[in-house]
């Protein structure tokens, strides 16, 4: 498939819905001629409230399905739940170079002037151990509130099919940060769940005071490229594919979401 002539293999990301978009969005921003897979397991999200095991055994088996589907020369895992649970299975699993989703606390720390930084993710994501390392390590001096929710998993797979936000919902969420002892001082916020970057600017308004919200979409962006950067790209970008573990009437909505993505290709797995 490869050696000769340009080379076709794609990026392929993953997310449990639709929130790994705002991974696709800066990768696709660096790198224009990459071919792009964005595999959603529709059929399993969402994965914040699914138990540990399940999504440890779930993930490297779509995996697996996928790359031998589409051949991909690097996975994106972009979710932040999947990733914290299931990266490891996946490294043993593949023989491909796998990009994880790591909560955004060491750009957030060096951002923070008042040392509170908010951490809203999945449930399953904030309890994570690793959060903890990784406060440690970049943010020693920083106060670390965590608030994970499911609603605003929900509430970003809604505006993307088009739906008009509800600023009440949004004010809900940040509730469970900005109201926890020493919430006030919040100053950043770590999107900690690749779904929150998509619906950033409807939390900023839902703010009581201004935060500056940062996320590790751009990051991985960088990374992706270092990984690819002795690849040779396709002159002419290919159509991207969505596939969608349970493709339905619910996956019609996005379309033009997706097609603002460059998906313009929709498949079922």
């Known amino acids: 498939m490869h050696g000769t002539g340009a ?7 993953f997310d449990s819905g639709v929130g790994g978009l705002s991974v696709l969005a800066p990768t696709r921003a660096l790198l224009p001629q990459a071919p792009l897979v964005y595999a959603a397991d529709s059929a399993g999200y969402p994965y914040g409230t699914r138990s540990e095991a399940e999504i440890a055994a779930r993930v490297p088996a779509l995996l697996g399905r996928l790359a031998e589907r589409y051949r991909p020369r690097l996975i994106v895992i972009a979710c932040n739940t999947a990733s914290t649970i299931a ?21 957030a720390a060096l951002l923070s002037r008042t040392r509170t930084i908010g951490v809203l993710g999945t449930r399953a994501t904030v309890r994570q151990p690793y959060v903890d390392r990784l406060a440690a390590e970049f943010a020693a001096d920083c106060t670390i509130l965590r608030h994970g929710s499911a609603e605003l ?11 008009a936000p509800d600023l009440a919902a949004y004010r809900a969420v940040l509730d469970g940060l900005f109201d926890q002892p020493g919430g006030a001082a919040i100053d950043v916020i770590v999107n900690a769940c690749t779904h929150f970057p998509l619906v950033e600017a409807e939390l900023a308004a839902a703010s009581p005071h201004p935060v500056t919200f940062v996320d590790g979409g751009p990051g991985i962006a960088r990374r992706v490229a270092h990984l690819t950067r002795d690849d040779s790209w396709p002159a002419t970008p290919k159509a991207g594919i969505a596939v969608f573990t349970r493709l339905d009437a619910s996956t019609e909505p996005l379309r033009p979401a997706l097609a603002r993505h460059g998906l313009t290709q929709l498949e079922a797995l």
Do not use: W
Not at 7 to 13: H, I, N, Q
Not at 155 to 161: D, G, M
């Open 87 to 107: 990266l490891p299975h996946v490294r043993a699993a593949l023989d491909i170079p796998i990009v994880g989703t790591v909560p955004a606390i060491k750009p």
């Open 7 to 13: 080379d076709t293999r794609p990026v392929l990301f």
């Open 153 to 163: 998993v929900d509430l970003a797979e809604a505006a993307l099919r088009g739906d």
